[in-house]
């Protein structure tokens, strides 16, 4: 078996090349997104590692509360890390670096089976490069978009059984994979005479009522506290709901013209795969039905939101170069070279802006990844392992700290999230959390909430102050020590939500009948 596959790729140099390319693009992205993170992830991290550490699959310990959008991949991050003894963190930069070059192959492979060779080549080296994908990395985005593609791919060349199994971890890994089984269930429903694979529906169904049932009995719930809590953070006046956030996103691409040549490709390359009637437009319908779900939800702006929407943009990419490389040929028949230095230069003209931004965007990493992990550090190293700690963001400190985290954002204890709607900020919803939950220690950026500061520095003190400067990062940060009796004790806030800390699952579950 072996000798067979070395034959194939050595017969065929086109196999070779692409493998090399995407080799290439892992190296290059490990490279530049070495220490790449941000905060969010590492509240995933924080399951993985307690499950490592034999402490339960949870965030704090003894809380069985899923705060995590993907706790498939805190598994696998749990498992990789149990086989390797590497840092939970780096673990997931490898993984994501990886799957995003996979992409790029699957891209490329994508075009050899749909007999779409440009559309495949322009996918093998633009999607890698597209920074809004590269700066998830750390994340389960690179994995869940990989997952995707190959599950289409598997589906295009028709191993069903293969495509079903996928699609399923598809879903594993975000509840939001439901969307391509659905395209795919439909494509196959038309595309064969209307008949249903009740096997392959049975395979699908049975592995996720198996992983669902298992998140159902463990959290009592099998719906990630964080999808309510970004579903009313949207609601808050102070933030983007998804929609004019994406807006704001297209405006930066609008200031470089070279992604306005990439649209006016992708303009034609939609044209194009429509009027064929490719089975690549699966992903278009994934990606539509993907912005339309999000759409819908009102979870607020977060980067890493849009990134899945990128493989659709660059398929009618590699689309619209399809079709000028496929009409030039009918035009100038015997003068292919001028259509070949036509093709290379354009991908070359994205390839070249796609890099710069691929670059500009790796040197901008969080600036806040330093300070926090200083602080956490320092706080696992200064209190008690019962203290609790309370702060605006719990992913870095939180993971580093290995402390009881009590969150402002409403991501770890749903009667937060509760709190939030359009008259609320995130100092409500701090000092509400503070008169819950009681913490011992509070962590704020120095500025931020000017009312909960002036309280704390009356009923607390501060022990530690981080200056920004220190961690080229933005504001100064203090740690308020605050376990004298009588601070922020029994307010009228805390009697009115008394029923959501005892019951913290069913303001989840009204909200999504709500909106039904």
């Not at 086109?14 to 969010?40: K, N």
Request: aromatic share 18%.
């Amino acid at each position: 078996m072996e000798n067979n596959i070395y034959k194939r790729i050595i017969q065929k140099p086109e196999t070779l090349t692409a493998i090399l390319i995407s080799l290439g693009w892992v190296i290059l992205l490990i490279y530049l997104y070495y220490d790449w993170s941000y905060d969010d992830p590492y509240i995933t991290y924080r399951y993985a590692l307690n499950l490592t550490l034999g402490k339960g699959f949870v965030y704090n310990y003894g809380q069985r509360i899923l705060s995590t959008t993907a706790p498939f991949f805190a598994l696998i991050l749990a498992f990789i890390a149990t086989i390797t003894h590497l840092a939970i963190p780096k673990i997931a930069i490898f993984l994501g670096c990886i799957s995003i070059a996979l992409s790029g192959f699957l891209y490329w492979y994508m075009g050899k089976i749909l007999n779409l060779t440009i559309l495949g080549w322009v996918g093998l080296f633009l999607l890698p490069t597209f920074s809004l994908i590269a700066t998830t990395i750390s994340s389960e985005t690179p994995l869940y978009i990989a997952v995707f593609l190959l599950s289409s791919v598997l589906y295009m060349r028709r191993d069903y059984l293969g495509a079903t199994i996928f699609c399923a971890i598809l879903m594993m890994l975000r509840p939001d994979g439901l969307l391509l089984p659905i395209v795919l269930f439909v494509d196959y429903w038309m595309s064969n005479k209307r008949s249903v694979p009740w096997r392959l529906i049975f395979i699908f169904l049975l592995l996720n009522i198996i992983w669902w049932g298992m998140l159902w009995i463990y959290f009592g719930s099998p719906i990630p506290v964080t999808l309510f809590a970004k579903q009313k953070q949207g609601e808050m006046y102070i933030s983007q709901k998804f929609i004019s956030g994406f807006l704001s996103l297209i405006k930066g691409y609008k200031l470089k013209y070279i992604y306005g040549v990439e649209l006016i490709s992708g303009i034609l390359g939609l044209y194009y795969l429509i009027r064929i009637r490719s089975k690549a437009l699966i992903i278009i319908v994934y990606t539509l039905f993907y912005f339309i779900a999000y759409s819908l939800l009102g979870v607020s702006r977060y980067y890493w939101y849009y990134a899945p929407i990128v493989p659709g943009f660059i398929l009618i990419v590699g689309g619209g170069l399809q079709f000028v490389w496929e009409r030039g040929i009918k035009i100038l028949k015997n003068q292919k070279i001028i259509l070949v230095l036509l093709i290379l230069g354009l991908l070359s003209i994205f390839l070249f802006q796609q890099g710069k931004d691929l670059y500009k965007a790796s040197q901008h990493a969080d600036t806040r990844l330093k300070i926090y992990q200083a602080i956490g550090s320092w706080i696992r190293e200064h209190t008690q392992p019962t203290d609790k700690i309370g702060t605006l963001e719990v992913g870095i400190i939180g993971y580093y700290s290995s402390r009881t985290m009590i969150d402002f954002a409403g991501l770890l204890e749903p009667d937060v999230a509760a709190y939030m709607n359009q008259k609320t900020t995130y100092e409500d919803t701090a000092i509400y959390a503070i008169n819950t939950y009681h913490p011992d220690y509070i962590v704020l950026h120095q500025g931020l909430f000017p009312v909960l500061e002036s309280k704390l520095k009356k009923d607390c003190k501060i022990v530690k102050v981080f200056e920004a400067k220190k961690y080229k990062s933005q504001n100064d940060m203090a740690i308020y020590e605050c376990k004298k009796e009588g601070v922020w004790r029994g307010t009228s806030q805390t009697k009115k939500y008394v029923w959501d800390y005892f019951y913290p699952h069913w303001n989840i579950l009204e909200y999504h009948f709500s909106k039904i």
